[in-house]
C-alpha cells in the first residue's frame, strides 16, 4: 500500500479545497491542529512523511461526517486507513488508547491453535444450541470486562441482555468459542496484517459452521463483517443483522411482548451503526415500541449525530474529552435521564469520560449510559412481573 | 532436539527486586540464566500493556516483582500493581494462558536468596509446562537459546 494507491482509491484527487470537512469534523471543532482539509492536501502535495508522521493522521475518528456532507465524494475516512497502513509500514504507530493492551490482544489472537476460553461467563439462565443455524457474535465483550471494570462498564452485560432478547424472541443462538476478534480495530489502526490474519480465521470458522444467519450487539463487528470482509475477499454465505434490526422487525410482527419502562431518554447514534451502514431507524423504532419511554432527540441526531470521541482506540485525548463532554452536555439539555446506544464503545467512552477526576468531572455532565438491548431486557422483565 | 529453555521476563523494581537481583549476583548466588530483567522505577508502572507484550515477543513466563506493601518509595505501587496484575491475569486466562506463567512477587533488597530460589523454581516449572502458546517454540520454529 502507498500513499498514490490510497489517493487514487478513494478519489482523493476531487478534493475541491471547500473545507466542508473541516467545519463539520468532531475533532476539528476541539483540535484546531487537526484538519481533514489539510491532510488531503498535504497527501496531494506528495507530502507523505508529514503526513504519515503528523499525529493528526491518527486522530481522525472516521466516523464519516465528513465524507457524507464532501460535494466531491471523498472517502475521507478509508483514505486515513490506508495512509495509517503506510504510516504503520513506517514504523508509526499513532498513540493506542489503553496502553495499546487492545492492540496486543489482537495480535495475540491471531497466533494459531490457541484455545481461548471466552465462554466461561455463560450460565444456565440461557438456551444456547449447537445445533442453530443462527449465530451470536459476541466479540470483544470478554475481553472487555476486566479492562473496563475501572469505569464499572461491563460489556457483557450487553451480551446476557442479548441472549435473554434472543431466548424471549424464541431464538436458541449458537456460540463459537473459538471466536476471534473481528479486526475492526487493526483495520482501521492500519494494521492490515493483523487484520487479514483474525478476518481469515474467522471467516472459515463461521463456513464450518454453516449458519445462516449471525446477530451482533456491536456495529462495530457488524460493519467489519458485512462490508470489510468481503473488500478482502472473504464474503460470507449467510445473513448478518444487528440487534435492532432484529427487533425491530420483530416488534413489528408483535412477537415480543414489552413491559413498561418509565424513562426519558436520547438515543445516540453510533458511527459504524449510523453514518457507516445507514442504521437509523430500526433502534428508534425499538424505544418507541416499549411502553413509558420517552425519546427526546438531540440537536444533533442521525447523520448529523456527533462521534463519542474515539474510535480503534487510538489517540484519546483531551481534544476527546472535549467531543464527549460537548456530546453529554447536549444529551443533558434535552432533560433526558439517560443516553441510550447500541454500541459498547459509546458506552465505554461515555462511563469513561464521567469518571473523570478532580475539575473535569465537576464540569461533566452526569448521566445514565444504557444499551439498547439492556433497555429492551429490563422491558421484557417488567412483562414479566 | 535440545531440551527446551523457557525464556523469562522479569519486570523488577528499581528499588527492591532489581537490587535483590545484584545482591544475588555480587553474593555469587547461583540461579539459571533464562531470565531476562526488566529494571522498572516501580512495581505500580508496570503496565499490563509490557506483560501482553512479553507474551506477543515469545516469553513462556513473566514475572512482576517489586517492594513490599510498606516498603514502596512511592507509597501505593504495590497496591496500583495488584490491581493491574489481576486485571492482565484475566485477559491472558480468556486468551487460553495458563496462570501459572505469571507470577506476581514482592522481594525486597536483601532477599538475593529469594530472588534466585524463585528463578530457579520458575525455569523448572515452566520446563514442565513446556513452551507457551504463544511462543515461536510451540509453533514448531525452534527459538535461538536464552
Known amino acids: 500500500m502507498s500513499l498514490d494507491s490510497a489517493i487514487q482509491a478513494t478519489k482523493t484527487y476531487y478534493c475541491l479545497e471547500c473545507g466542508k470537512c473541516t467545519s463539520l469534523c468532531p475533532v476539528a471543532r476541539h483540535d484546531p491542529s487537526f484538519s481533514p482539509r489539510a491532510i488531503v492536501e498535504m497527501a496531494l502535495l506528495g507530502l507523505e512523511d508529514e503526513l504519515v508522521f503528523s499525529k493528526g493522521l491518527f486522530s481522525c475518528l472516521t466516523c464519516y461526517t465528513c465524507s457524507q456532507k464532501c460535494p466531491a465524494d471523498v472517502d475521507f475516512p478509508v483514505f486515513v486507513r490506508q495512509a495509517r497502513a503506510v504510516a504503520q509500514n513506517s514504523g508509526e504507530h499513532g498513540t493506542c488508547a489503553h496502553s495499546g493492551q487492545l492492540q496486543a490482544l489482537a495480535r495475540m489472537m491471531t497466533t494459531p491453535g490457541i484455545k481461548q476460553r471466552r465462554l466461561e461467563w455463560l450460565s444456565d439462565r440461557f438456551q444456547i444450541s449447537d445445533e442453530s443455524d443462527i449465530l451470536l457474535w459476541v466479540g470483544c465483550a470478554p475481553y ?29 443462538p449458537r456460540l463459537l468459542a473459538d471466536e476471534k476478534c473481528c479486526g475492526h480495530d487493526a483495520l482501521w489502526m492500519g494494521d492490515e496484517e493483523t487484520f487479514k490474519k483474525l478476518a481469515e480465521h474467522n471467516a472459515a470458522l463461521i463456513k464450518d459452521a454453516g449458519v445462516k444467519k ?15 470482509y468481503p473488500a478482502y475477499g472473504l464474503a460470507l454465505d449467510c445473513e448478518l443483522q444487528h440487534i435492532s434490526e432484529l427487533l425491530a422487525e420483530r416488534i413489528e410482527q408483535g ?12 438515543y445516540q447514534d453510533p458511527c459504524r451503526l449510523g453514518r457507516h451502514l445507514g442504521i437509523y431507524d430500526a433502534p428508534r423504532k425499538v424505544l418507541q415500541a416499549i411502553p413509558g419511554i420517552e425519546l427526546v432527540e438531540m440537536e444533533h441526531c442521525r447523520e448529523n449525530s456527533i462521534c463519542c470521541g474515539t474510535s480503534a482506540f487510538t489517540n484519546c485525548d483531551s481534544y476527546s ?3 464527549r463532554k460537548e456530546r453529554l452536555s447536549e444529551a443533558a439539555s434535552t432533560d433526558a435521564e439517560a443516553i441510550v446506544t447500541s454500541c459498547p464503545k459509546c ?36 412483562a414479566e412481573s | 532436539m535440545p531440551e527446551f529453555e523457557p525464556k523469562i521476563v522479569a519486570f523488577c523494581c528499581n528499588w527492591c527486586t532489581y537490587a535483590a537481583a545484584d545482591l544475588a549476583g555480587t553474593a555469587r548466588i547461583q540461579y539459571p540464566p533464562n531470565v531476562y530483567i526488566v529494571r522498572m522505577m516501580c512495581s505500580g508502572m508496570v503496565s499490563p500493556d509490557y506483560v501482553l507484550r512479553a507474551f506477543e515477543k515469545g516469553a513462556d513466563g513473566v514475572i512482576v516483582s517489586g517492594c513490599h506493601y510498606t516498603d514502596c518509595h512511592y507509597i501505593d505501587g504495590p497496591i496500583k500493581c495488584d490491581a493491574m496484575f489481576a486485571k492482565v491475569r484475566r485477559l491472558l486466562y480468556t486468551l487460553g494462558l495458563e496462570n501459572e506463567r505469571l507470577r506476581r512477587e514482592m522481594i525486597s533488597t536483601s532477599e538475593g536468596t529469594v530472588f534466585a530460589r524463585l528463578v530457579t523454581e520458575f525455569v523448572e516449572q515452566l520446563r514442565q509446562l513446556g513452551p507457551s502458546p504463544f511462543s515461536p517454540a510451540s509453533k514448531g520454529v525452534l527459538s535461538e537459546s536464552g
Open chain 1, 214 to 228: 449471525i446477530i451482533f450487539s456491536c456495529p462495530e463487528g457488524y460493519r467489519t463483517l458485512k462490508l470489510d
Open chain 1, 255 to 266: 412477537d415480543l411482548k414489552l413491559g413498561r419502562v418509565d424513562k426519558k431518554v436520547s
Open chain 1, 321 to 323: 474529552n472535549d467531543i
Open chain 1, 144 to 172: 472487555f470486562e476486566p479492562i473496563f471494570e475501572d469505569i464499572e462498564f461491563r460489556a457483557l452485560d450487553i451480551t446476557e441482555a442479548t441472549l435473554t432478547v434472543l431466548n424471549a424472541l424464541g431464538i436458541q
Open chain 1, 347 to 382: 458506552q465505554t467512552h461515555f462511563r469513561c469520560a464521567m469518571v473523570d477526576k478532580g475539575e473535569e468531572k465537576r464540569s461533566m455532565p452526569q448521566l445514565d449510559v444504557v444499551d439498547l438491548v439492556n433497555l429492551v431486557a429490563e422491558s421484557l422483565r417488567g
